[in-house]
């Protein structure tokens, strides 16, 4: 716990940097731009896509993500880039160039800070996700609206120390560099060629769907953006702190009361919350009270599937043959360019906007995620979209191979399942309690159980009550331990 907390803290860092230097005002020292925060997202948006395909095909020949150098490269891309930025607003007639350059920067630094904190998540247990994940939103929040109450070069310096302490504790040992749990072989596992090919075409309606998600949530930012310029209270500190509050509630909600928590949550998450917003411009969009409504209403559902996402995606790596860097290599490709298409987008259309064209436009660009997502289909089990046929038969090669033709993780398997059997006879366990305890003499922690039986958390905590209670112990680890001595007895003298 002691590395997941030390990591925790510096991926939040690494969240905090992203919002205070693309979210917000606060690196503004001279001159105010108007949506001076979306133009320089929107070439971040597309050099996250550019290193993100970068990063990944690098790490399809070397273990980039465990290299300190790459933590280096993403801290000085990070805080130079933060620097740029913040230096072009000393002059109007160059403001342009130059904060584009310093969002390219930054954008670099993004994806590679990505890749190291994707790669790190992904080693962590299912329990540790999702005690780290929210945990490292809370405290980036709170990091957040700390900055805005600075001002002038103190706001661009700590900004820009940001990335530097992420990588940092990123970095700092080697246990932490690893992630602390070194059975997981198939996060960095090289893949290139036909199998990289046949691994990106597993997760290609993913993709897909994330990119049009992420163009909506940037299309609509600058459509509901206010227009207030300087006011950082009512422009910033008002629609973050609400929908900050929002989503962590909703989050801890979802992860406690929800059977199944995977990519499927984020569009459940997110695309009810945008026709919320779409709803409230069309309803007065001259209105700035509520267009800030609306932009809160924005950032609530693009907040969760942040959340969702950093817990699905290491989820999904440790359930899956297919490395972390390219899931999030993916993934953060596929962000990269919805942001950068519907900020572009918007940052052409907004001075025509009205509350008709608003509405027009927006539903045809939500329907358009429907129809894909219909086409596709959301599959309630874990992987969400269906593998390739050639990539799945070749993990099913492989994993023959590799066992010699029976597979060691099934006779292990067996076993646990022969034990939950024996004590279910010994104690009285239910159908679903054997079902759980199998889990829990595997060592499976209690979300991996929710997720694997498509149970809510409350009901795992309580089949693990009766069947500690019945069999009259305290403990997974004492509950693994019951039919220890039996097998002891069992073995012969020496």
């Not at 993500?65 to 933590?71: E, L, N, Q, R, T």
């Not at 607003?89 to 969002?103: D, K, L, P, R």
């Not at 052409?348 to 429907?370: K, Q, Y």
């Not at 191979?401 to 059997?421: M, P, R």
């Amino acid at each position: 716990m002691r590395v997941y907390r030390r990591q925790a803290i510096g991926f939040a860092f690494f969240l905090a940097w992203n919002y205070y230097s693309f979210f917000s005002c606060g690196l503004v020292p001279i001159i105010h731009v108007v949506r001076s925060s979306e133009r320089v997202w929107v070439w971040a948006g597309l050099f996250i896509a550019i290193g993100s395909i970068v990063v990944m095909l690098a790490s399809a020949r070397t273990s980039l993500a465990g290299k300190k150098a790459c933590g280096f490269a993403a801290a000085f891309l990070a805080a130079g880039g933060t620097a740029v930025i913040w230096t072009s607003f000393f002059s109007v007639e160059t403001y342009q160039t130059v904060s584009a350059v310093g969002g390219m920067i930054a954008g670099m630094g993004f994806a590679l800070m990505a890749l190291v904190w994707g790669d790190r998540m992904s080693r962590y247990n299912e329990a540790a996700i999702e005690f780290s994940a929210p945990a490292s939103f809370i405290l980036s929040f709170f990091i957040y609206f700390a900055l805005l109450a600075l001002k002038g070069p103190a706001s661009m310096v700590v900004d820009a120390l940001l990335p530097v302490l992420s990588m940092y504790f990123a970095f700092r040992t080697a246990e932490a560099a690893h992630g602390g749990d070194e059975g997981i072989a198939d996060v960095d596992r090289r893949v290139h060629g036909r199998e990289l090919v046949h691994a990106l075409a597993s997760i290609v309606t993913l993709c897909l769907l994330f990119a049009m998600l992420w163009f909506q949530f940037a299309y609509f930012r600058l459509l509901s953006t206010p227009d207030v310029v300087g006011d950082r209270f009512m422009h910033y500190l008002v629609p973050f702190s609400c929908s900050s509050v929002l989503s962590i509630i909703a989050l801890l909600s979802c992860i406690k009361l929800s059977r199944h928590l995977n990519f499927t949550l984020m569009f459940r998450w997110g695309l009810p919350f945008l026709l919320l917003s779409y709803a409230l411009l069309y309803y007065n969009y001259d209105d700035p009270v509520q267009r800030i409504v609306a932009y809160t209403v924005n950032f609530i559902g693009m907040f969760g599937v942040q959340f969702s996402f950093w817990i699905a995606a290491p989820k999904y790596v440790r359930r899956s043959r297919i490395p972390a860097y390219v899931l999030f290599g993916a993934m953060f490709a596929a962000e990269g360019v919805g942001i950068f298409l519907g900020t572009g987008y918007g940052l052409i259309v907004i001075d025509g906007v009205t509350a008709t064209n608003v509405m027009n436009e927006s539903l045809l660009f939500f329907v358009a995620v429907l129809l894909v997502a219909m086409v596709v289909g959301f599959n309630p089990r874990w992987s969400f979209f269906r593998m390739s046929p050639r990539w799945k038969a070749r993990e099913d090669e492989v994993d023959a191979e590799a066992a010699g033709g029976t597979s060691t993780a099934d006779d292990i398997n067996a076993l646990f399942a022969q034990q939950a059997e024996e004590l279910r006879a010994a104690y009285g366990l239910s159908n679903r309690e054997t079902e759980v305890a199998e889990l829990l003499l595997a060592g499976r922690s209690r979300p991996y159980i929710r997720d694997e039986l498509v149970i809510s958390l409350n009901t795992v905590h309580a089949h693990a009550r009766n069947i500690y209670a019945k069999c009259g112990v305290h403990s997974q680890q004492e509950f693994m331990d019951l039919l220890r001595p039996a097998v002891k007895r069992d073995e012969p003298e020496a």
